[in-house]
DNA sequence: GTATAGTTGACAAAAATTGTATGGTATGTT
DNA sequence: AACATACCATACAATTTTTGTCAACTATAC
């Protein structure tokens, strides 16, 4: 049940490019820099959130990336899930794929589907900017 | 985000068991049969769930596997962490291991220590027993 | 004593993740 | 026009994790 770096990658460097744009693209080059991330991972991941509708790019020199929408509107989940295809416990679920073999009547498949909605729930129920202004609570508070 | 096949197995496995002890030891080799499973990989897993306190051995011809508790005290939760070590998001909440590098003041790491809390509370929320009466009523509706 | 069935550890195969390299295209600046 | 920046795209290599296999051993019922 573990997370991949994607996911963490994305995340952070989204926290990142809000923290640091105001109104201004960002580029990759800064964000791998201050967040200690490969720089060509990066960019196959924000291809992703581009075609996801979650950032837009700004090509040629001072170009960058910017947010495609308000922090406000741009909840967890739908990085993670743009990052990291599937956001499902298990692969039946895939479309496509067949259930699980034999299986004790695949009880267990509810599990997991209720599993995976919570996942999901709790991962929209934050927004981008949430944890933009938490950010900005801290760095205030490490300065003073 | 996938669950590994092992704690699949295991909470399968064991679902397979309840149903077809009746305090009765039950061996691998039925319930890999009857879940096709692979009977060696079945066998690791048990080891864990042996020493997870979560069934009993006994040895020997007739022999096999038994719950340790009734089915009503075990909980999936139990099961999925003790097959599949780590239940949490991220890596750096494994103890011993330092944080994530650089970061946004690490924001995000809030966001999966709560999102490993939800997926933990909702698996412990849900006993065997739960999925064995699930899984006999849907025999019964098979049946008839 | 023999067959059954759990116990254990090492190892191999396969898959997924993570990271790198290369060659592009668009665009602002000189 | 030339050049530098920075995004775009794909292929591929390295690594790690997961999944599965093998072999040898121990306990016990018959
Ligand atoms: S069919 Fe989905 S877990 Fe078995
Ligand atoms: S320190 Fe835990 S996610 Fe960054």
Redesign the interface.
């Known amino acids: 049940?573990?997370?991949s770096t994607r996911?963490?990658y994305a995340?952070?460097a989204m926290?990142?490019l809000s923290?640091h744009s105001e109104g201004r693209p960002v580029s990759l080059r800064e964000i791998a820099q201050?967040?200690?991330i490969p720089l060509n991972y990066l960019e196959q991941l924000f291809n992703r959130l581009r075609r996801g509708n979650i950032v837009e790019s700004v090509r040629g020199p001072g170009g960058g990336y910017l947010l495609a929408r308000e922090s406000a509107a741009i909840l967890?989940g739908e990085i993670?899930a743009t990052v990291?295809e599937?956001?499902?416990?298990?692969?039946c679920m895939d479309k496509g794929k067949g259930r699980?073999?034999?299986?004790?009547?695949?009880?267990?498949h509810?599990?997991?589907e209720?599993?995976g909605e919570?996942?999901r729930n709790?991962?929209d129920s934050?927004t981008l900017e949430d944890?933009?202004s938490?950010?900005r609570r801290?760095?205030a508070g490490?300065e003073q």
Chains 1, 2 share one sequence.
């Open positions: 049940m573990r997370l996911a963490q995340v952070r926290v990142d923290l201050r967040e200690d967890v993670v990291e599937p956001l499902t416990p298990v692969s699980c073999t034999r299986t004790a009547a695949c009880t267990t509810t599990v997991w209720m599993l919570r996942i709790f991962l934050i944890l933009v938490e950010a801290r760095i490490a």
